[in-house]
């Protein structure tokens, strides 16, 4: 649909939103993360059965193609070194007692440009952020509900994974293709596993995989329209009846792109995200986590993750661990 036929986020979402602005006072700035106290992370600590470990961050800076995925507009980390062996060879390079060579190097990078936890005020409509901050706070940095508090808190808690392509008997999720919170539970069952309050909710369509297996960013951005969630009102009161403190996906931007009946871009961003406070990670590695659990049947663990400290950051790349 085009653009100018999609009703406002205001209109599709409606006046009374499901809403948890208020809900742990005027000043919060970490939403629903704060379900995740110490007894969630016990509760994950229990999930720990053979002590396997992984790291959910994609590669970043990949010179080989395809290089990174990004949100169409974002580009790839520019990383360039500033001193190497190389520096040595002529004259000007720093002189140490004892003769000492080291590698420097800088980085460019947008820091939705990898795996990554969104600031809770990355998104918003209507003029307001998160727990109804003033959007102009976003000017020039974020002053409210930045990515800051994720990263001093750390998310810690127990994790689990649900594998839709699985369930749908195919490597990935096709572009556009779309599920629900009824799915989640049917994979759920079929997984054999039930998705409790508070738990960290992780979700597999295989798209990163697509990403790597295709190995064309041509026909991959061609009509730019990812997998995912699609909104609803009974899917965002699911959300929030199950109290889900963070949402981990392997897609760019962890729902379709475009909600298919209204055309609306990225709704979900703005009903969980900005209304509900859940915090959203995105671009998630989880083919061998996927793998490790559909071998023994087993679909939770311990999942912690922190983004970068970044002061007045909307972002911030993030390789969270995963412990089964
Ligand atoms: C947008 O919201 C545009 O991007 P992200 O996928 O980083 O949340």
Redesign the pocket.
């Known amino acids: 649909m085009a653009e100018n036929q999609a009703p406002e986020m205001r209109e599709l979402l409606g006046d009374d939103a499901p809403s948890n602005w208020g809900k742990w006072g005027p000043d919060d700035e970490l939403g629903a993360l704060n379900y995740l106290d110490n007894a969630e992370t016990l509760r994950g600590v229990a999930e720990i059965k053979s002590g396997e470990s992984f790291t959910l961050q994609i590669h970043m800076g990949r010179s080989e193609s395809p290089g990174d995925p990004l ?1 169409p507009g ?1 580009e790839g980390i520019k990383r360039q070194n500033v001193l190497d062996e190389s520096s040595w060879d002529g004259d000007g390079a720093p002189a140490f007692p004892g003769g000492l060579h080291y590698a420097d190097d800088t980085a460019l990078v947008f820091l ?1 440009g990898s795996t ?1 936890y ?1 600031a809770l005020g ?2 918003w409509y209507d003029g307001k952020l998160w727990n109804g901050y003033d959007a102009r706070s976003t000017v020039g940095g974020m002053d409210k509900a930045s990515v800051l508090p994720i990263a001093e808190k750390g998310v810690s808690g127990r994790g689990v994974l649900i594998d839709i392509a699985r369930f749908r008997g195919k490597p990935y999720l096709d572009k556009g293709e779309t599920f629900n919170h009824n799915d989640l539970e049917a994979a759920a069952k079929a997984q054999g596993v039930t998705i409790e309050p508070h738990d960290i909710l992780v979700i597999r369509t295989g798209w990163m995989k697509y990403w790597y297996e295709l190995n064309n960013p041509e026909k991959f951005y061609e009509g730019f329209t990812e997998p995912g969630l699609t909104y609803s009102r009974e899917l965002v009161e699911w959300f929030q009846q199950r109290e889900v403190p963070n949402l981990v996906t392997d897609t ?3 729902e379709v792109t475009y909600d298919p009946e209204s055309g609306v ?2 709704p979900l ?1 703005c009903a969980l ?1 900005r209304n509900l406070g859940i915090a ?1 990670t ?2 998630a590695w989880l083919e061998p986590l996927a793998d490790a659990c559909a071998a023994d049947n087993r679909w939770t663990f311990l999942y912690t993750a922190a983004p970068l400290k970044v002061v007045g950051g909307t ?1 911030a790349p993030v390789n969270p661990i995963v412990i089964r």
């Open positions: 949100w974002r939705q990554q969104d990355h998104v760019i931007a962890n871009a990225l961003h995200m959203l995105e671009i972002g």
